[in-house]
């Protein structure tokens, strides 16, 4: 079995959703490393690593639990025509 390859920070990039972006680059921001800041906002550091990784299923209770830390929230928004994947 050949061992997973790990993924560079830019390709993560590339694939994140707007509010994996968001999340990561304020926990930078902020000077927390992913294990500190998922102990101090109470959610999983397993949570965590997936919310910032972009993955689509999530529980919308824990990502508006690290937003609100962050002064935001999900909510819906209008799209755009260039918004459709």
Do not use: C, H, W
């Not at 790990?6 to 993560?12: C, L, V």
């Amino acid at each position: 079995m050949q061992a997973k390859k790990r993924r560079t920070n830019s390709e993560i990039e590339k694939k994140s959703n707007p509010v994996a972006k968001f999340v990561r680059e304020k926990r930078k921001i902020l000077g927390y490393n992913q294990d500190e800041f998922a102990k101090r906002i109470g959610v999983g550091i397993r949570f965590l690593k997936e919310l910032e990784l972009g993955k689509e299923t999530l529980r919308m209770d824990k990502v508006n639990q690290v937003l609100i830390f962050l002064g935001t929230r999900l909510e819906p928004v209008p799209y755009r025509d260039e918004d459709i994947f």
